[in-house]
């Protein structure tokens, strides 16, 4: 919590090492899953940028990445509801087998979109992998098939998540002081 931007961190809640070995674990865990399957992980951007380089690398098969952008939130904190593809994937997902991988699931609104979006696409299969989980906030009816941390109804930051885009490069996950976005 040291820093300009640690001080506006009320309370850690994963180290940088806590986030490593559940990374660890979640990559190992989906490996056999996945190994004669080549599957496609497909990050959304920004916020699981981090997570994405970690979850790839440990989880070891054969495997694609895609990028797809969505927004919904501007820098507010509460998701509007509205989900708009900014920038899509670039290959065909026809048959594929996807892992898409967020950095958290509040609403739902997200990633039941994409789920819709990939199936109508036609992929084989569509797992869904986030790090973070909220559950007392879901609006949707959606199952997360691997979940790193179920984390309290307040807004985290670090580990690729972002207030008003800062903050992304905190090596840990924390609250942020209410104060820091009600001002
Ligand atoms: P939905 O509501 O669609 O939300 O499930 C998913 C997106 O909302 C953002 N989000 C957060 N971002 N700290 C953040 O930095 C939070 O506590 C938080 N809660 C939701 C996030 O971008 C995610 O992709
Ligand atoms: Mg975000």
């Known amino acids: 919590m040291n820093g300009e931007m640690g001080q506006d961190i009320l309370k850690v809640l994963y180290t940088e090492e806590e986030i490593a070995a559940r990374v660890r674990e979640l990559g190992a865990e989906m490996a056999p899953k996945f190994q004669d399957k080549r599957p496609i992980f497909i990050s959304v951007l920004r916020g699981a940028f981090i997570f994405m380089a970690d979850i790839v690398r440990a989880c070891q098969v054969p495997c694609d990445v895609e990028f797809i952008a969505v927004s919904s939130y501007g820098d507010a904190t509460a998701s509007s509801g509205v989900v708009k593809i900014t920038h899509d994937i ?3 997902i026809s048959g594929r087998h996807l892992v898409v991988v967020e ?3 509040d609403s739902g609104n997200t990633l039941s979109f994409l789920q819709q979006y990939f199936l109508t696409k036609g992929a084989a299969s569509v797992t869904i992998c986030t790090l973070l989980d909220k559950p007392e906030r879901r609006k949707k009816a959606i199952h997360a098939d691997y979940v790193g941390f179920a984390v309290p109804d ?3 930051v670090g580990y690729g998540l972002d207030y008003a885009q800062k903050y992304r490069n905190l090596p ?3 609250i942020l002081k209410p104060e820091v976005y009600s001002n």
């Open 90 to 92: 670039q290959q065909d």
């Open 154 to 156: 307040e807004f985290v």
């Open 172 to 174: 840990y996950i924390g």
């Open 103 to 105: 950095d958290i699931l």
